[in-house]
């Protein structure tokens, strides 16, 4: 079956502007996270929906950051005036619902790279 | 605040030697504990996952990790490499009731020929 996949693959932007990452989960799950990994460190957890909430946004770095996931399914991270210090993949990852312990299933990542 | 040391960015093993990933964990009550793989170009994939029941827990690939609270450790081996076992390892942890996982740092393991 579809795994989580994450659009686009790779995303160059100039410093300052706005970008959107869009990551769509596996059908059914009702969990969706968001994760940073910058080069040569582990993911690092930002955000957490349940459904159409956020449950948990306390990994988001400032306000510059924000995400949605209006219908429950997809998700879209959202970046505003973006510095060079937020180049990283950005991965999502869904489970089939909340629970510590589930397993969460990572979709390939998003390359940002702000020149 | 969970906390997880991956001793080791990089490990090298020969081909059909013992793989030894090392992951020390941080937590003031018994965690949920998570070993990732990722190869190049592709998303994390769970090799196995310790949640409170037996402490040796048995994951793909033939990879296992035994979970031992008076070391605070979480230690992932497999007996005998193969080549396709080259990859970075993740080692991960969440606290009961947490959703988020915390990541270490990651160890990238090369299989020599």
């Known amino acids: 079956g579809a795994g989580v996949s994450q659009t686009p693959s790779n995303k160059v932007t100039e410093k300052g502007k706005y970008v959107e990452l869009r990551c769509d989960p596996i059908s059914g799950h009702t969990a969706l996270y968001w994760y940073r990994q910058s080069l040569g460190q582990g993911p690092e957890f930002l955000i957490y929906?349940?459904?159409?909430?956020?449950?948990?946004d306390s990994g988001l770095p400032n306000d510059r950051f924000f995400a949605v996931r209006p219908e429950g399914s997809v998700s879209t991270l959202k970046i505003q005036r973006t510095e060079r210090g937020d180049s990283a993949v950005y991965l999502c990852a869904s489970s089939l619902n909340r629970g510590t312990g589930n397993e969460q299933f990572f979709g390939p990542g998003t390359r940002l790279t702000v020149l | 605040a969970q906390s997880v040391t991956q001793l080791g960015s990089h490990v090298s093993v020969s081909e059909g030697a013992l793989v030894l990933l090392r992951c020390n964990y941080s937590?003031?009550?018994?965690?949920?504990l998570f070993w990732y793989v990722q190869y190049p170009n592709q998303g994390l994939q769970l090799l196995l996952k310790y949640t409170s029941a037996a402490t040796l827990v048995k994951g793909i690939n033939g990879f296992e990790a035994e979970f031992k609270k008076s070391e605070t450790s979480f230690h992932l081996t497999k007996p005998s490499a193969h080549m396709s076992d080259a990859a970075e390892y993740f080692c991960?942890?969440?606290?009961?009731?947490?959703?988020?996982?915390?990541f270490g740092t990651g160890t990238r393991l090369t299989i020599i020929p």
């Open positions: 937590s003031s009550v018994p965690p949920y």
């Open positions: 929906f349940q459904g159409t909430g956020a449950a948990d």
């Open positions: 991960a942890v969440s606290d009961f009731g947490n959703e988020k996982l915390t």
